[in-house]
């Protein structure tokens, strides 16, 4: 299936459609068991926070489900324009050198979508 992003055009898979679905659908039924993930595990928080999580799983998986150009785009196409938005947000935050230092060995190239048209 072809999404925009940035004006232009990437090619995504169902298959990678199905398999992100799969994915949430797995964080949910373990945020709804108990067992947190995502911005919720990282520390503690109210159930006012779970539940918002939850309600934001379910309406990413809605928006997949219903092959949302939007939501597609944001979870699956990564661009060069989105590596440097991290970037300059890290850079913002002031914690840009000490990010790249603390995972300078794990770097790994990034691997950039590529846009088809």
Do not use: C, H
């Not at 092959?67 to 989105?82: H, Q, S």
């Not at 938005?85 to 300078?104: A, I, N, S, T, W």
Request: proline content about 2%; cysteine-free.
């Amino acid at each position: 299936m072809k999404v925009t992003k940035y004006n232009k055009v990437y090619e995504v898979s169902e298959q990678e459609v199905e398999k992100q679905i799969r994915i949430l659908a797995d964080m949910l039924e373990m945020n709804e068991d108990g067992e947190y993930t995502g911005p919720v595990a990282a520390e503690v928080v109210s159930q006012e926070d779970i539940n918002k999580e939850i309600k934001q799983l379910k309406e990413k998986i809605k928006k997949l489900t219903e092959r949302d150009n939007d939501t597609i785009a944001y979870l699956l196409v990564w661009t060069e324009e989105d590596a440097e938005r991290v970037r300059q947000e890290r850079q913002e935050l002031g914690f840009g050198d000490l990010y790249d230092e603390l995972f300078e060995d794990d770097a790994e190239e990034e691997v950039f979508s590529k846009p088809v048209e």
